[in-house]
C-alpha cells in the first residue's frame, strides 16, 4: 500500500539506496495447538547505512520476522510466504534461497546477535576460537592473520585485555562482555546488515546502554545499515532513524523515528509511549489493559480492537491497511487515526483533570 | 555484624585458605575414581601386551606331567587347565582377544552410532524418520539372540564376533546422540553458528558435537563393559575363539566341567572379566563426573 513514491529520487547504490525489501512476509507456524500467525503479512524496507527500530510487546511476531529473514526458522513447521528481496545480491529472494546461497550469505552480508548472549556462544570452545572461526569462516587466510583480526575486533568492541581474553570461555565472561564478543563475532566478515534482536533485553541499564552505544558508533564507522529489534520503545526512539511498531504478527505504524515517537498516530502507539515510564514523575504507571490476541485464532476487525479505548463497533468487523498518515512515509493501520489524533489532546487534557 | 568475620585479619585468611584447600582435596576425590579405573585398565593392558616376558610358557604348550595342577604347583603359578597348558599364560594371551573386544568393538560402534544420531538429529525430517526406524528395527529383537543368529550366519570366528557387534550395537549410541542434538540443535549457540553462515558440516562437528559428545562417551564405557562380557559368552557358548586359542569366555566354559574339583579354572578367568569391567566401569563413572563438572 505504501507505493514508493519517491523511487526515483532514492539512489539504486550508496547511502540510501534499499538494502533488504520485505514485502508481505507471511510465517505460519504449525504447533500441536494450531496455526500461529506469527508474521502476517509485514512489509518494510531498509535502506543503506538506517537503522530501522521494530517496536512490539512479547510475542508480536518481532523475533520471527528477523529469523525468516536470516532463514532460521525450521522449515518443516514454518511456512512462510512473500518475499524477503536482498538488493546487493542481485535482488535474491532469501525465502527462495537454496542452503548454499544462504550460507555464502550469513555471515558476510547479513549477521545478527540474539537476545541472551549467556547462551548464544558455544560454551565449550574458547571466545578466541569462536572469533576466529567467525574471521575465517568467509575468507581464507593464515592463522596467525586471523587471529590478529580477532584482536583487533576484541578491542574494537571495547573489551579490555583482549589478547589475555582470547583464551577465556563464554563462562568466564560476563553478560555485558558476552554481547560485546557476539558483536565482534557478527562484525567479522564486516556484513552490511545487522539484525539484532533484543540484544540487551537480558543485561541491566548501565550495560544496556553501553552496548546500544557501542552498536551506534560501530554502524556509523562501517556504514552498515541496522535492524534494532526492542520492546523497549525508549531504546528505539533513542537509537533509530526509522521506527516500525508491530502488533500481533503485523505493522501497525511506521514512520521516521521523530514523526512515530511526537506525533504517533495508532492507538497502541499511543498507549505503548503512555506506558512508558518517566523519570521525576510520581504516580502509577499506565498499562495496556488486556492482552495481545492469540495467533492461532485471530479475530476479524482490527487486532487491537478488544484492548483499543477508541474502539468502534467497524473496528471489531472490519480491518484496514497501512493508511497514509499525511506525513513523510508516515503510515498507520487505522482508518480513524485522523480522528483519533484530534482527539488525542482532549484525552489527556480530560485524563489529567 | 557478620559472624564470618569474627577474628583477626589473618585468621579469616587462614580460614579462607583451608577452605580453598579443602575443595582442591575434593576436587581430587572426585577423580579418584577414574584415575583407579585407568589404573586397573593400564594394568590389564600391560599384563596383556607383556604377556612374552610375563610368562615363559606359551598359551598353548601342554605339560603332560601336569594336567589340572591346582595354582602354585608343578612349576605353574595359577595351575594348570585338564591339558596341563599353564592357566596364566592363558589368562594374559586370552586377555588380548578379550581387551580387542572391548576396545575394537566400542570404538566402531561408537563412532559409528555418534555419526549416524548426530545426522539423523541434525538433519530431522526423512532421513532421521528413516534412520531411527532401522533403530527401531534393531531393539525390536532381543540383543543376544541378534548376535547369535549373525554369527551363526557367518560362522563362528573373532572376526565375525567383531562384525556382528559392530553390525548390531551402534543403535544405543544412535539413538542417544539423536536425543542429544535434537535438544542441542534448539540452543541459541546453533542458532548463532548457522547465523553466521557457518556449513552443516561444521556446526554438527564443531559447535553440537563437543558439547553433546559426553552422552555417548560415558556409555561407551558401559557399552565396553558388555562387550567383554558379551565376548565371554559368546565364547562360553562356542561362538567367539575357537579352541585351542585361550579366551576368557571360553576358558570359563571349559572349566565348568571341572568345578567341583578343579575350582581355578573358572573362577581366574571370570576374575579376570571381573577386573577389567570394574575398571571400565569405575572409568565410565569417573568421566561421567569429570564432564557433568565441566558442563555445569
Redo the contacts between chains.
Keep these: 500500500m505504501t507505493a514508493p513514491a519517491a523511487e526515483p529520487l532514492t539512489p539504486s547504490i550508496g547511502p540510501g539506496a534499499p538494502l533488504l525489501s520485505v514485502k508481505d512476509l507471511h510465517s505460519y507456524l504449525a504447533t500441536s495447538q494450531g496455526v500461529v500467525r506469527a508474521v502476517d503479512g509485514v512489509s518494510f524496507t531498509v535502506h543503506e547505512t538506517e537503522v530501522l527500530g521494530i517496536v512490539g510487546e512479547s510475542g508480536c511476531g518481532k523475533t520471527v520476522t528477523c529469523r525468516t529473514i536470516m532463514g532460521l526458522m525450521p522449515a518443516r513447521t514454518v511456512h512462510t510466504e512473500g518475499q524477503v528481496i536482498y538488493h546487493p545480491r542481485n535482488d535474491i529472494n532469501l525465502l527462495q534461497a537454496t542452503d548454499h546461497e544462504f550460507q555464502s550469505l550469513r555471515g558476510a552480508d547479513l549477521a545478527m546477535i540474539f537476545q541472551d548472549p549467556m547462551t548464544a556462544l558455544n560454551p565449550v570452545l574458547s571466545i578466541g576460537d569462536q572469533l576466529i572461526e567467525a574471521v575465517r569462516a568467509h575468507a581464507t587466510m593464515p592463522t596467525t592473520q586471523a587471529r590478529r583480526q580477532a584482536i583487533d575486533l576484541l578491542e574494537r568492541v571495547g573489551i579490555p585485555a583482549a589478547p589475555r581474553r582470547m583464551k577465556d570461555y563464554p563462562f568466564q565472561f560476563s553478560g555485558g562482555m558476552l554481547q560485546r564478543a557476539l558483536i565482534a563475532i557478527a562484525l567479522a566478515s564486516s556484513p552490511r546488515l545487522l539484525l539484532a534482536d533484543e540484544p540487551t533485553t537480558s543485561l541491566d541499564v548501565i550495560i544496556q546502554d553501553q552496548i546500544l552505544s557501542l552498536l551506534l558508533e560501530l554502524q556509523q564507522d562501517t556504514g552498515m545499515s541496522l535492524i534494532l529489534v526492542s520492546h523497549d520503545l525508549a531504546v528505539i526512539s533513542e537509537m533509530c532513524d526509522r521506527i516500525i511498531v508491530m502488533y500481533a504478527g503485523q505493522v501497525v505504524e511506521e514512520g521516521s523515528a521523530a514523526d512515530v515517537i511526537t506525533a504517533p498516530r495508532h492507538p497502541y502507539t499511543h498507549a505503548l509511549l503512555d506506558a512508558l515510564p518517566h523519570a521525576g514523575e510520581r504516580g502509577q504507571l499506565r498499562s495496556i489493559a488486556g492482552s495481545p490476541p492469540s495467533l492461532i485464532a485471530v479475530p476479524p476487525g482490527c487486532r487491537f480492537a478488544p484492548r483499543c479505548r477508541f474502539a468502534t463497533d467497524e473496528c471489531h468487523s472490519w480491518d484496514t491497511e497501512l493508511i497514509d498518515a499525511g506525513e513523510r512515509d508516515h503510515t498507520a493501520r487505522c482508518w480513524r487515526q485522523q480522528e483519533i489524533a484530534e482527539r488525542q489532546d482532549s484525552w489527556q487534557r480530560s485524563e489529567l483533570a | 555484624m557478620s559472624a564470618m568475620w569474627v577474628g583477626s585479619p589473618s585468621e579469616v585468611l587462614m580460614r579462607v585458605a583451608t577452605k580453598a584447600a579443602g575443595r582442591k582435596r575434593s576436587a581430587v576425590r572426585r577423580r579418584m575414581t577414574l584415575i583407579i579405573g585407568l589404573v586397573m585398565l593400564g594394568i590389564a593392558i600391560l599384563a596383556v601386551l607383556l604377556a612374552p616376558v610375563l610368562v615363559s610358557q606359551s598359551p598353548t604348550t601342554i605339560d603332560v606331567l601336569h594336567p589340572l595342577a591346582s595354582p602354585g604347583t608343578g612349576g605353574h603359578l595359577l595351575g594348570t587347565d585338564q591339558y596341563g597348558r599353564d592357566l596364566l599364560a592363558r589368562i594374559l594371551y586370552g586377555g588380548r582377544i578379550d581387551l580387542a573386544i572391548a576396545f575394537g568393538a566400542t570404538s566402531v560402534t561408537l563412532v559409528g552410532g555418534t555419526m549416524i544420531g548426530l545426522v539423523a538429529g541434525y538433519l530431522?525430517?526423512k532421513i532421521d524418520s528413516f534412520l531411527m526406524r532401522i533403530v527401531d528395527l534393531f531393539f525390536a529383537f532381543p540383543f543376544l539372540v541378534l548376535i547369535i543368529a549373525i554369527i551363526a550366519m557367518l560362522g563362528p570366528s573373532i572376526f565375525n564376533m567383531f562384525l556382528a557387534i559392530w553390525i548390531t550395537s551402534w543403535v544405543s549410541y544412535a539413538r542417544i546422540m539423536r536425543a542429544q542434538t535434537v535438544t542441542a540443535r534448539k540452543?541459541?549457540?546453533v542458532?548463532?553458528?548457522?547465523?553466521?553462515?557457518?556449513?552443516?558440516i561444521r556446526v554438527m562437528f564443531?559447535?553440537i558435537l563437543?558439547?553433546t559428545a559426553s552422552a555417548v562417551i560415558i556409555f561407551s564405557m558401559v557399552d565396553a563393559v558388555g562387550n567383554i562380557i558379551l565376548a565371554a559368552s559368546l565364547g562360553f557358548l562356542g561362538l567367539g575363539a575357537q579352541p585351542p586359542t585361550p579366551e576368557w569366555g571360553a576358558m570359563i566354559s571349559d572349566g565348568q566341567n571341572y568345578i567341583l574339583t578343579s575350582w581355578w579354572l573358572a573362577t581366574i578367568p571370570g576374575l579376570a572379566v571381573v577386573f577389567v569391567g570394574v575398571a571400565f566401569s569405575l572409568i565410565g563413572d569417573g568421566l561421567a563426573d569429570l564432564l557433568r563438572a565441566?558442563?555445569r
Design positions: 530431522g525430517g540452543q541459541q549457540y542458532l548463532a553458528a548457522r547465523a553466521l553462515g557457518y556449513s552443516n564443531r559447535h563437543p558439547n565441566g558442563e
